[in-house]
């Protein structure tokens, strides 16, 4: 063990998911042509006056109330001032001293033990352009389209121990976004940021030691990555007897390390003051408890439920309830068929990879609950082999069409008449006489030899159950 602990916050940026700016009605629609989605609102022309989104407010509240924050009924924005080309105000509007909610919490499951991760605060914030920097051409442009998009802010207590929980914490935040539906939770699409701040300290104290906060966190993986590289490089400081320095650095995925940016600023530094062109946001109480109302079943929860009522394996259920459109799917198969253990063998080996292989969703893909539920009922009856019903899983997963008219069609029905399997046994065993020989002798693993080849005479459309049956009568 380390003589060292590890302390780390996490500082979350998720975009919500409105049609419209938080403060304009420019669309938020990723991919547009470049400054395209811009007014005079959003790009700080002279005059002009922002007015608040409600439903981005709506989608924060929700956030706030899934993390058992406490939703203040008072809030204000603020001017966050700095220079950058791609700020064009040259403020960013955000919440500073008096955010929307403070003090919840969110479980999460990492190393096989959950842990409560305090949740300091959540604000909401305008996101700024994007600076594309051209280096065959020595130039920089501009995108100012992201300028207004809503952001929501979610700052962690520095409870995190290791690099594994930070990204059990992240994975567990976006997946409670998802459920919501109040953001998509895209990090290639920079809708789900990250930048971390990490610091060590000798194991035992209380006192925290000195933090870098590291930005361009793009992926769970990089998160990762990079508190393992940055807890690394700070105990051996630490243990040369030097002190680490207080700053921002950047994570560097092609080299896995993090370098200098700047010195960390600090509040202050950004001379922050109530914006006076948006009056306080009042929340009324009453709003707030109906959307605490509208809450759907949410991940830790949906966990606990498939582990108790289907019962589950635990790996299974934190498969199927990471996304609530596959829980959806998979409670809507046994529903139609009440075989959980044997619908989720299917949802988590050949649903989840054609849907790998399509780089596609659930809900994108249109597959039908009923398509699955029928295929896996049609093994089960002994319509036709696990082989089969496997070998059809794609075409049926691409084309939409009903299993049963494929098999019909291809003639793929199971083989279980015994007359007709009993002559295909006879030829094995009269064309296998070494392997029966040794069978006999107590080398009874070569069952799966012969019932291996009786599939291949039958094309794999022989009731296994009855091979095996027919092979140990004759075999003994």
Request: hydrophobic fraction near 35%; glycine fraction near 6%; charged fraction near 30%.
């Amino acid at each position: 063990m380390s003589d060292y602990e590890t302390v780390i916050g996490l500082e979350v940026h998720a975009q919500l998911k409105t049609r419209s700016k938080i403060f304009c009605s420019c669309s938020t629609q990723f991919g547009n042509d470049p400054n395209t989605n811009t007014c005079p609102i959003c790009t700080g022309m002279p005059g002009v006056l922002p007015v608040l989104n409600k439903r981005a407010v709506e989608f924060a509240v929700k956030m706030a109330l899934a993390l058992d924050c406490r939703v203040n009924e008072r809030s204000v924005f603020a001017r966050k001032n700095y220079f950058y080309p791609d700020l064009p105000k040259g403020y960013q509007i955000s919440q500073y001293d008096q955010p929307l909610a403070e003090h919840g919490h969110i479980k999460i499951l990492a190393q096989n033990r959950e842990k409560d991760v305090g949740i300091t605060r959540i604000h909401m914030e305008e996101d700024a352009g994007k600076s594309i920097h051209s280096h065959s051409e020595g130039l920089s442009y501009v995108d100012l389209n992201r300028t207004g998009v809503p952001l929501m802010e979610i700052v962690s207590e520095p409870d995190m121990r290791s690099p594994e929980e930070a990204a059990a914490y992240l994975k567990a935040l976006r997946s409670i976004l998802r459920y919501l539906d109040i953001s998509d939770g895209n990090m290639e699409e920079g809708s789900f940021r990250c930048d971390a701040n990490v610091s060590i300290r000798p194991r035992g104290k209380n006192e925290l030691g000195t933090r870098t906060e590291i930005k361009n966190l793009n992926s769970f993986r990089n998160v990762q990555k990079a508190l393992e590289y940055e807890v690394s490089r700070q105990m051996d400081i630490l243990e040369d007897k030097e002190e680490v320095i207080q700053e921002t650095r950047l994570f560097d995925p092609d080299r896995g390390i993090t370098v200098s940016m700047r010195g960390k600023e600090e509040a202050h530094d950004y001379r922050y003051f109530p914006d006076p062109d948006l009056v306080p946001l009042l929340v009324d109480r009453d709003w707030t408890l109906r959307l605490k109302k509208e809450l759907p079943e949410l991940p830790m929860a949906r966990l606990a439920r498939f582990i108790s009522q289907y019962e589950l394996p635990h790996e299974d259920s934190q498969v199927l309830t990471s996304e609530r459109d596959l829980a959806d799917f998979f409670e809507e198969c046994t529903r139609l068929y009440a075989q959980p253990k044997k619908i989720s063998n299917w949802v988590m080996t050949e649903l989840l990879r054609e849907l790998n292989q399509a780089a596609t969703s659930i809900k994108e893909s249109g597959f039908s609950p009923g398509l699955l539920a029928k295929l896996v009922r049609m093994v089960d009856e002994g319509t036709i082999s696990n082989k089969i019903a496997k070998s059809l899983f794609p075409e049926v997963f691409a084309s939409g069409s009903d299993p049963e008219k494929l098999v019909q069609d291809k003639g793929l029905g199971q083989i279980s008449d015994s007359g007709e399997l009993e002559r295909v046994v006879d030829e094995v065993i009269s064309e296998n006489p070494d392997e029966v020989q040794k069978y006999q002798q107590g080398r009874k693993k070569l069952m799966s030899f012969f019932v291996g080849q009786v599939m291949k005479k039958t094309k794999g459309q022989a009731n296994p159950g009855l091979v095996n049956e027919l092979i140990n009568r004759k075999l003994g």
